[in-house]
């Protein structure tokens, strides 16, 4: 509810009079409605009490973000805290209206937003768990696992030109997550670090060994097959990505990744580990392969004598 996030949302809001739940909207209402600005009108959808119409107003704020609006945007920090407390909704409908939110603003206010949207998905795993659980699943990590998608997504919205200015503080949130004590956020924060890491073209400079690290850290330690199979899984399509340049990038590491990767292949008892194991070693072969040996490209000559 937009009341619950007072502010420079506020004044956009005077005057304007809420519906009570179950009243339909009477004609003056929508003559009123259709006086406001269309960020006005997104707002007082915001505090209908059907869904549907909630949804909408989130859409269409996105919408305007997108468009660049200048009464919009001047609320931008509004924004965020809307569309980060719907992500909460249990309604697929409008938690996927705030995701098209956030990454609308982080992409047309990057320097503002993704910095705080890091925050926030950072934030909410370091914080106490939530007491409530429903079907296994903490409400927070439900929130958790929302964040991580949005920031994925506003990655791929940012393409191959802003990406490589804000890939370090998107990797080192999603690394700080795969710390995470919940085994759900583990797996799912190793899955958005292949996303990301793919739409960088497995090129991170300095953040590379940070990752690496945590891969290996997390093959050697963590309990929980799931987590090894996601560590597991981004290495191989790391070692995939890099593909030979894997070799001069990678260096001593790649001796390491190797011997880590004939371990678990080894003394795994979990048999689906197992075989991601071989998947990656499978790479890894064909990395050096291609290599030690490289394909011979045979040409044939053809000249042509002058007559004589």
Request: one cysteine or more; glycine letters at 6%.
């Amino acid at each position: 509810d937009v009341k619950e996030h007072p502010g420079d949302v506020e004044g956009h809001l005077s005057g304007v009079k809420g519906r009570r739940r179950g009243e339909k909207r009477h004609p003056v209402e929508n003559e009123h409605k259709a006086q406001l600005s269309a960020f006005q009108a997104a707002l007082v959808d915001l505090q209908d009490t059907l869904l549907p119409i909630q949804a909408h107003g989130l859409l269409s704020l996105a919408k305007l973000v997108t468009a660049r609006d200048s009464e919009t945007l001047a609320c931008s920090s509004s924004l965020m805290v809307i569309f980060t407390e719907n992500l909460r909704h249990t309604d697929s409908y409008v938690y996927l209206a705030a995701i098209d939110g956030l990454v609308a603003l982080a992409s047309t206010m990057p320097k503002d937003i993704i910095p705080l949207l890091c925050q926030e998905y950072v934030y909410y795993m370091s914080s106490p768990d939530d007491p409530s659980k429903e079907k296994g699943v903490s409400e927070r990590v439900q929130h958790v696992l929302k964040l991580g998608e949005a920031l994925v997504r506003v990655a791929r919205a940012l393409g191959d030109i802003l990406l490589p200015h804000y890939y370090e503080i998107l990797l080192s949130a999603i690394m700080v997550n795969t710390r995470s004590p919940d085994v759900a956020v583990r797996t799912s924060a190793l899955s958005n670090l292949a996303d990301v890491c793919g739409l960088l073209h497995w090129s991170f400079g300095r953040v590379q060994n940070e990752v690496l690290g945590g891969i290996t850290h997390i093959l050697q330690t963590d309990k929980e097959p799931a987590a090894r199979q996601g560590a597991l899984l981004v290495l191989k399509l790391l070692i995939k990505g890099l593909s030979q340049d894997a070799i001069q990038l990678l260096g001593g590491s790649l001796r390491d990744v190797y011997r880590l990767l004939k371990q678990v292949e080894a003394t795994e008892r979990d048999s689906l580990t197992q075989a991601h194991a071989q998947a990656a070693l499978g790479e890894l072969d064909s990395v050096m392969r291609a290599y030690l040996f490289p394909q011979e490209t045979l040409t044939k000559k053809i000249s042509i004598l002058d007559p004589v």
